[in-house]
């Protein structure tokens, strides 16, 4: 073995050990999330079309699909309401006047936080469209499971 072979194993330890890491991070905060809310909503968002957006890296890298797949099994098993929503415009939408003000486009990704030009109210960008989501999902409760009282929206965008 050659001496420029050997530090080539070092990376793939540090790798395995941080997505040990993550994955243990979203194991417990499925299970949180699945004891604390009787509705789970998420965006729809497509991991592999942000990655190729430069911002969109971090999406993969937080293990968003391992993540919303782990979430579901988790609520069926407890019986906890799951459901995917269209995201489509829930980070350019203002979740409290309904105005399309917000960062739009590729460019607009690197933005967290924007202020409505319509009333004036200051967002983070995914709290804003955690919001926007819950709004969707709570509508479609609304036509059929009206008996849960809490509600959650995860969005990573
Ligand atoms: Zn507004």
Partial sequence: MSGR???????VAI????????KDFLHQLSTRLVRGYGAIFVGNVNAQTLAR????KSVLDAG???????????CDDA???FDEVDEAFSSQTCSCCGSRTGPKGVAGL???EWTCVACDRTHDRDRNAARNIL???RDRLAGGIPALSAHCAAAVD
């Fill in 5 to 11: 072979e050997k530090p080539a194993r070092l990376p």
């Fill in 135 to 137: 709004a969707v999902g």
């Fill in 53 to 56: 957006a430069q911002h969109g």
């Fill in 110 to 112: 690197g933005i967290r």
């Fill in 79 to 81: 019986g906890v309401w």
């Fill in 64 to 74: 968003w699909s391992f993540f919303r797949t782990m979430l579901q099994y988790k």
């Fill in 15 to 22: 790798h395995a050990r941080i997505a040990n890491r993550r």
